[in-house]
């Protein structure tokens, strides 16, 4: 059974993307085929991954827009992990659905022929709660929220937990929030400790919180330069094992 899986927090640096690659990496090890799909017009997902995105000809805005077969714009990147790419038209899209009967579901359209073909769909969402992120919302049957460890970053959770509560209300009765995902995480410091301290104690009561923690590295900087995940790009190193251990947690919270 494939599972689609909008990765979504509007606050920015909360390592939404970084969690994508590094997780959609981690599962390909082990043999799970994953395709992410880039909603944000920052166009980081594809970027990360050496895409180069001046070049490409289709991307995610021409689906959005003009229904375009999304299956036309993948780009195979490893043996398990495909990517639907993005670019900086995305921007517009939103301007030009605005008048569009349920603009919101372009997304959720276009995926519908593929996503069997795969074990996760990975939707990459942008820092904001606009159509954009409403349409990856709606295409999903899980939500995943990557939360950095800082006060900030806790209050945007909970304004997303509103928003994710009217989309399954009004659009996706099924959407399904599958957890907070603590990252960056410096046990340096007090603050991230009380704020995850307080992520578990506030938030766990009602929704879950992944014991899987991903610990702050500039590693997590330097692989995108490579276009490689953390895992290949240093294999070894605790950052590589903090996303090993949140994939297998993840497969065993899908189930």
């Known amino acids: ?5 909008a990765f979504a927090n509007q606050k920015g640096g909360t390592g939404k993307t970084t969690t994508v690659i590094n997780l959609a990496g981690a599962l390909a090890e082990i043999g799970k085929k994953i395709l992410i799909v880039d909603n944000d017009p920052q166009a980081s997902l594809s970027l990360g991954f050496g895409v180069d995105v001046p070049t490409l000809e289709k991307t995610l805005y021409d689906v959005m827009v003009s229904g375009y077969p999304i299956q036309k714009t993948i780009i195979s990147l490893r043996d ?3 990517l639907v790419p993005t670019n900086i038209y995305l921007s517009a899209a939103e301007l030009q659905l605005a ?3 349920r603009r919101e579901d372009r997304l959720k359209n276009g995926l519908a022929r593929i996503k069997d073909s795969y074990d996760y769909v990975f939707i990459d969402c942008p820092p904001s709660l606009g159509l954009l992120t409403i349409n990856a919302l709606s295409a ?11 006060y ?6 909970k304004l997303l937990l509103d928003t994710i509560g009217r989309i399954q209300n009004q659009l996706n009765p099924e959407l399904e929030i599958l957890g907070v995902i603590p990252t960056r995480f410096d046990r340096r410091t007090i603050h991230s400790k009380e704020v995850l301290s ?12 992944f014991d899987s923690v991903i610990r702050e590295s500039v590693r997590f900087k330097e692989a995108p330069v490579e276009g490689k995940t953390i ?3 240093s294999s070894d190193h605790p950052g590589a094992e903090d996303y090993r251990d ?3 947690e993840f497969i065993d919270v899908c189930k």
């Open 140 to 150: 999903a049957d899980k939500v995943l929220i990557p939360m950095s460890c800082d």
């Open 99 to 101: 008048g569009e009967i």
């Open 1 to 5: 059974m494939s599972h689609t899986i």
């Open 231 to 233: 895992t290949e790009y």
């Open 80 to 82: 398990n992990i495909d």
């Open 246 to 248: 949140l994939a297998k």
């Open 152 to 157: 900030y970053a806790l209050i945007g959770v």
């Open 198 to 209: 307080d992520v578990r104690g506030k938030l766990g009561a009602h929704i879950r919180v």
